[in-house]
């Protein structure tokens, strides 16, 4: 089965998902789905955490000095 295949695949199930249920439901399978799929990636090693972190992490130039700190909260 190739990827166009597959993607069809889901698709066809996401839309069944949504006709018969409703768009909360389906979209709550599609969430679920990829967290298993995170879950199972993560397990054979093919997820690495720390490369996501550097990846969505802020990106600063080098020599900008850090930001500042936030002010302090008033209670």
Same mark, same amino acid.
């Given at each position: 089965?190739? =990827?166009?295949? @597959?993607?069809?695949? +889901?698709?066809?199930? @996401? &839309?069944?998902?949504?006709?018969?249920?409703?768009?909360?439901?389906?979209? +709550?399978? $599609?969430? #679920? &789905? *990829?967290?298993?799929? #995170? *879950?199972?990636?993560? $397990? =054979?090693? /093919? $997820?690495? +955490?720390? /490369? +996501? =972190?550097? %990846?969505?992490? !802020? %990106?600063?130039?080098?020599?900008?000095?850090?930001? !500042?700190? !936030? !002010?302090? %909260?008033? %209670?």
């Amino acid at each position: 089965m190739t =990827q166009k295949q @597959f993607a069809a695949l +889901l698709g066809f199930a @996401f &839309a069944a998902a949504w006709i018969s249920f409703n768009i909360g439901y389906a979209v +709550l399978c $599609l969430a #679920a &789905a *990829g967290v298993f799929y #995170a *879950g199972a990636s993560f $397990l =054979q090693g /093919e $997820l690495d +955490l720390g /490369e +996501l =972190q550097d %990846r969505f992490a !802020p %990106r600063q130039t080098p020599g900008a000095p850090p930001p !500042p700190p !936030p !002010p302090p %909260r008033v %209670r």
